[in-house]
Antibody, heavy 117, light 107 residues
């Protein structure tokens, strides 16, 4: 059974940093691209970042480019999202997602990040 | 960036009704469009990929179609468990973009 378990969320002040982790199980992690997607309270879904199976290439929307970094440790079956210079508009539930054939075929339960002073 | 316009933004229908939700792309994306069902307190669930393909475990009352740059998600006979927000996503090019969603309720 595919499982994606996110950790690392919480309350953080504007301008500070936070790192999310996602431990994957139930599939061969290093065969799959992975992504992060988020949903701000009362808003729709927004793609945040993607990474190839090897980790050699990464992709971001302009809203987080230069502030967020997606990475992975294939030996540990773990995906990361390093979030720097956080803003109030980054407050959201962050989902770890798998990408196979099409985006987001599996989703984690999500982790809440609140950016507030 | 590619814009996806979903319509209607919300709707209500009766059990057993045939329901169609629409997603219009601002530029050509071929069949690189997927649909997700999102219920409160749960992660989104993939329903349709590559415009017309049913994702694993999705009931056969759901279907996807395309006419030019217009994409539709159709429920042939609405059931109470189908109450949710439905989002379309284009994955033809980066940045990946979602539509703003259609909230579907039961009358």
């Amino acid at each position: 059974e595919v499982q994606l378990v996110e950790t690392g969320g919480g309350l953080v002040q504007p301008g500070r940093s936070l790192k999310l982790s996602c431990v994957a199980s139930g599939f061969t992690f290093n065969n799959y691209w992975m992504s992060w997607t988020r949903q701000a309270p009362g808003k729709g879904l927004e793609w945040v970042a993607s990474i190839t199976n090897s980790g050699g290439s990464t992709y971001y929307p302009d809203s987080v480019k230069g502030r967020f970094t997606i990475s992975r440790d294939n030996a540990q079956n773990t995906l990361y999202l390093q979030m720097n210079s956080l803003r109030s508009e980054d407050t959201a539930t962050y989902y770890c997602t798998r990408y196979y054939g099409f985006p987001f075929d599996y989703w984690g339960q999500g982790v809440m990040v609140t950016v507030s002073s | 960036d590619i814009q996806l316009t979903q319509s209607p933004s919300s709707m209500s229908a009766s059990l057993g009704d045939r329901v169609s939700l629409t997603c219009q792309s601002s530029q050509g994306i071929g069949n690189y469009l997927s649909w997700y069902q999102h219920k409160p307190g749960k992660p989104p669930k993939p329903m349709i990929y590559y415009a017309t393909n049913l994702a694993d475990g999705v009931p056969s009352r759901f279907s996807g179609s395309r006419s030019g740059s217009d994409y539709s998600l159709t429920i042939s006979s609405l059931e109470s468990e189908d109450t949710a927000i439905y989002y379309c996503l284009q994955y033809d090019e980066y940045p990946l973009t979602f539509g703003s969603g259609t909230k579907l309720e039961i009358k």
